[in-house]
Nanobody, 124 residues
Framework: EVQLVESGGALVQTGGSLRLSCATS????????IGWFRQAPGKGREGVVC?????????YYSDFMKGRFTISSDNAKNTVYLQMNSLKPEDTADYYC????????????????WGQGTHVTVSS
């Protein structure tokens, strides 16, 4: 059974940092790319960043996150991380990780498996 389990969401003050984790199981880690997405209250889901577990290719879906958010992985643990720095109230959202066989970090609809999400609140 394929599973993606996010953790690390919390309440943090503006300017703070958080590291989210996405623990995966049930598939060959190196065959997939993992993307992080988020959904703010009352808004649609948007892409944050994606990374191929095969060659490390990384793609930011939004320039707004560049420089503040970093994706990394621990292949030995089949886990992908999202380091978020300089957090802003507009970063408040449910954060999801997802897996795709497309190592070029495709649009959201091409992701095959999704986690349940973890909530991040950034207070002003």
């Amino acid at each position: 059974e394929v599973q993606l389990v996010e953790s690390g969401g919390a309440l943090v003050q503006t300017g703070g940092s958080l590291r989210l984790s996405c623990a995966t199981s049930g598939f060959t880690f190196d065959d997939y790319a993992i993307g992080w997405f988020r959904q703010a209250p009352g808004k649609g889901r948007e892409g944050v960043v994606c990374m191929s577990n095969n060659d490390g290719f990384t793609y930011y879906y939004s320039d707004f996150m560049k420089g503040r958010f970093t994706i990394s992985s621990d292949n030995a643990k089949n886990t992908v991380y999202l380091q978020m720095n300089s957090l802003k109230p507009e970063d408040t959202a449910d954060y999801y990780c997802a897996a795709t066989l497309n190592h070029l970090c495709p649009p959201e609809y091409e992701y095959d498996y999704w986690g349940q999400g973890t909530h991040v609140t950034v207070s002003s």
